[in-house]
């Protein structure tokens, strides 16, 4: 029986039924930012607590086994005790580690929704048709989550693919799950534009955020300039013809630095003006968020100075070897021989290899 970790789980019970006591308050009903925060820590605990009551039972069931050894005659009960001891006595290990996982201070961030950028790097117009391929493998890894994924913007290459593509992330856990994505991948392959066969390494970008809820950044909507155009590129019949296509233009001082920027964003996703102002305003709350949340985002703004914004080969995540059907992620040392699979939105193997090495590095660092 591990003591330590009974005694733990005590100060969880205790904040649960006082969160549970709150969020039938009135006053933090009407107080909708607080509710909010609350409900969501209410959700986590509750799952820790269920984890825990599993626990107790295993525990107690255990004793009675051992007891009815110690004292029992009839050799029919004493068989099920012990049956009953060996199958606890395997499972304990298993359920002690999910409750030491769950101790664990979960990332704010992660149940978040996820703003998606990637941006054609290092390689011409073959890095371009790379981050062209990128998105697909998301588009498809979406899909098989049953996640949302939403155009914002975008600029296309001139051979293909997207010099700069930006899109919206809604589910379960978005942010939680694609925040390992974020970096530079390489690729390496012969480009349609070689004639000699040689085989090419290009780069793209892949940054990953965590969209901001309308509760985290205070927006005077009234300064905010409006403009509104024309979308273009093919399409139905309203393209070129209903000004659908919002641009938004904010001035924003930064309380870090204390300097004032404009804020410029575009978002020509729908036909529907109002859903465009909407998602637009989304990506500007982001923005803000980004900048103003520093504590959380220090680390972010380092990995995106190495590892998005230039687009340089040497701050590479992983490389797709298209000659062997390789994909390396270099963190972990990991290497997978399906390609296609990966390309095709099987990414779930090398994120779960990403976030056990982090839970296992969590889990060493709160000393559980």
């Not at 060996?86 to 999910?98: I, S």
């Not at 409750?99 to 978040?112: G, Q, R, V």
């Not at 979308?231 to 641009?247: D, H, I, L, P």
Request: charged residues 35%; proline residues 3%.
């Amino acid at each position: 029986m591990d003591h330590s970790l009974l005694e733990k789980l005590e100060t969880f019970y205790i904040r649960f039924k006082e969160i549970g006591q709150l969020i039938t308050d009135p006053e933090v009903i009407q107080d909708m930012k607080r509710y909010v925060r609350l409900t969501k820590e209410y959700k986590e605990l509750e799952e820790v607590t269920a984890a825990g009551d599993k626990y107790k039972v295993a525990l107690r069931t255990l004793e009675e086994s051992k007891e009815i050894l110690a004292t029992e005659k009839d050799p029919e009960l004493c068989e099920m005790a012990e049956e009953e001891m060996a199958e606890l006595t395997e499972k304990l290990p298993a359920m002690e580690q999910e409750i030491k996982m769950l101790l664990i201070p979960a990332d704010p961030e992660d149940s978040k929704n996820a703003i998606l950028e990637i941006r054609g790097g290092t390689g011409g117009d073959e890095a371009c048709l790379f981050a062209g391929d990128l998105f697909r493998m998301y588009v498809k890894f979406c899909e098989k989550r049953g996640w949302r994924l939403e155009v914002s913007s975008f600029n296309e290459g001139t051979a293909g693919g997207y010099k700069e593509i930006v899109a919206s992330v809604s589910g379960n856990n978005v942010y939680g799950v694609l925040k390992y994505e974020s970096g530079v991948h390489r690729v390496q392959r012969v480009p349609e534009t070689e004639t000699q066969g040689r085989v090419h390494t290009s780069a793209a970008t892949v940054a990953v955020l965590p969209e901001a809820e309308e509760f985290d950044v205070q927006i005077n909507e009234g300064e905010i300039k409006w403009d509104t155009f024309r979308s273009g590129g093919a399409g139905g019949q309203n393209v070129n013809k209903v000004e659908s296509g919002v641009r938004l233009r904010y001035m924003w001082k930064n309380p870090n630095t204390g300097v004032s920027e404009e804020i410029l964003i575009e978002c020509t996703e729908t036909r529907d003006q109002p859903k465009n102002k909407e998602r637009a305003l989304a990506r500007l709350r982001t923005f803000i968020y980004d900048r103003e949340h520093q504590k959380y985002m220090d680390d972010i703004s380092a990995k995106r100075k190495t590892m998005v914004s230039t687009g340089d080969r040497s701050a590479k995540i992983r490389t797709y070897n298209y000659p062997q059907g390789r994909v390396t992620d270099h963190r972990i040392n990991f290497t997978l021989y399906n390609l296609q699979a990966v390309l095709d939105g099987d990414l779930d193997e090398v994120i779960e290899k990403l976030q056990i090495e982090e839970n296992t590095e969590r889990l060493k660092a709160s000393g559980l």
